[in-house]
């Protein structure tokens, strides 16, 4: 009796050890994963940060140069006064141009009237077809099929034509006398340009926050 209780007794004494390591070896293996995701979810929130620092970078050397350099800042409305196609012009009439960048197009040129000031002043498109021509409102694609071209420019002096009224820029310190259609960068463009770095940052930091947060959880219930 006594040998068979000992076997017994040997035989839930080694069941229990090996209950007990195997329980031991699930939670190092559970701790060992669990250190690797939040290993992983920290890669993963820097690479997001570092991301949208690169985002933050190249915005601020691309779009935010050309937004502070513009000084068509102001709002308001044109009415227009003529707009006439003038013979072909070569684009652009810079000095120091390559002669490939030289193509010819149908010059047009819009007149509208600055309700601000009540001057007469010349229409650009953009801030950049004033630096490319100064003397034409539009300059087209020089990939763009001459006929097409030469119909799409008859087609915006028409709507000019039809529309007396336009929404304009214009430089509000009148430093330059000229006016925009409509601007390359507009603030509106400029903060949605910013969005989705900040996004990307935002996000970034919460998974760091969390991660850290459960690693102080863990060791809180270590110690416990």
Known sequence: MDECRIRT??????????????????????VTAQKRGETRALCLGLG??????????FIGITIVPFYTKSVWTTETVCKVIKANIKDKVLCPEHEGSEDEDIFPYPCLQVWVNLTASGQEVMLYHTEDTWERNPKCSYVPDKLENSKEVKERIEAIASNFKKYHTVPCYYDPGRKETSVILSRLYPLKGLLFAFLWPTLMFTGGCLIIVLVKISQYVSVLSAWQ
């Open 9 to 30: 007794e040997k035989k839930n004494l080694s069941n229990v050890e090996m209950l007990l390591k195997t329980q031991i070896m699930l939670a190092k293996k559970l």
């Open 48 to 57: 997001m940060v570092a991301c949208s620092m690169m985002m933050y970078f």
